[in-house]
């Protein structure tokens, strides 16, 4: 079943904070907390919610990572997403096949997560871009 409105609008308040309680959320969305927690169990019954993470302060650093694929696209995207090693991996449209989101406490950690995916044997090609700050 598709989210409804207030479910829309549960999904962005969690989205900015995970850990905002059924009580904060359900003021801002006008239910009672019951029909919130109600809400977000069905959520995550129905897959819509995979997980919920925890953003650290300081000390991670970020990159995006585009792939190429060698052949088939699809089964790079499931080799890359089955390794576990980006945080978020899509596919996507343009001259790379994949956008890939990696997390690591240092630049090394980035960097050996990064030819980790260079050596799944779909992938052809690799740009890493690694982000500087965080805005929002």
């Known amino acids: 079943m598709k989210p409804d409105e207030k479910d829309r609008k549960i999904l962005g308040l969690l989205k900015k904070n995970s850990r905002m309680t059924n009580t904060d959320i359900a003021k801002k969305v006008k239910l009672t907390e019951g029909a919130v927690r109600n809400r977000i169990e069905k959520l995550v019954r129905e897959k819509t919610i995979k997980k919920f993470t925890v953003e650290l302060a300081e000390g991670e650093q970020y990159a995006v990572v585009l792939a190429t694929a060698g052949k088939d696209t699809k089964k790079m995207m499931k080799e890359i997403a089955k390794s576990g090693i980006p945080e978020e991996s899509y596919e996507i ?6 956008c890939l989101i990696i997390e690591g ?32």
């Open 105 to 136: 406490y240092s630049i090394k950690e980035i960097d050996r997560k990064i030819d980790r995916i260079r050596k799944i044997k779909d992938v052809k090609e690799t740009k890493t871009l690694i982000a500087l700050r965080r805005w929002g």
């Open 93 to 98: 449209s343009g001259d790379y096949d994949g």
